[in-house]
């Protein structure tokens, strides 16, 4: 069994795939999963985040290249289902972030996982969430 479970938001695939700062510690947790030592989950929300983004930035042919890309690794993309939203508008309810992020907040929750992000917004939910900085 993979002993270390994370959660990536759209900002830490987005970092990793473009390059950006945080693209390091991404690549590395990549190859931990990849060597079956780390196991990676991130909520459809997200991972339909990344695409509208490249989509709205960079066209579609991009959006559609992020996604296959994404598809090559080891990255399990967990359904929305009527208790995890929940869980997500919980937080969203209580904690100035997006509604994506919520997703990715309540998965880290429910799946005792660190968060894989840059994104600021999480810091004000940070009391309940193991978050891993890029």
């Known amino acids: 069994m993979k002993q270390r479970i994370f959660v990536f938001d759209s900002y830490a695939m987005i970092a990793y795939l473009e390059g950006e700062k945080g693209?390091?510690?991404?690549?590395?947790?990549?190859?931990?999963a990849l060597n079956d030592r780390a196991e990676i989950l991130m909520s459809v929300v997200n991972w339909a985040e990344i695409y509208y983004?490249?989509?709205?930035?960079q066209g579609?042919?991009?959006?559609n290249l992020y996604l296959k890309t994404i598809d090559r690794y080891p990255i399990k993309i967990v359904d929305a289902d009527k208790e995890s939203t929940l869980a997500a508008g919980r937080i969203k309810a209580f904690n100035k972030l997006?509604?994506?992020?919520?997703f990715a907040a309540a998965l880290s929750i429910s799946q005792k996982a660190k968060l894989v992000t840059g994104d600021k917004e999480f810091a004000k939910v940070k009391p309940k969430l193991n978050i891993i900085w890029l």
């Open 23 to 32: 693209a390091e510690t991404v690549a590395k947790i990549l190859k931990d």
């Open 53 to 57: 983004i490249v989509l709205r930035e």
């Open 60 to 63: 579609e042919n991009s959006a």
């Open 98 to 102: 997006s509604y994506a992020d919520a």
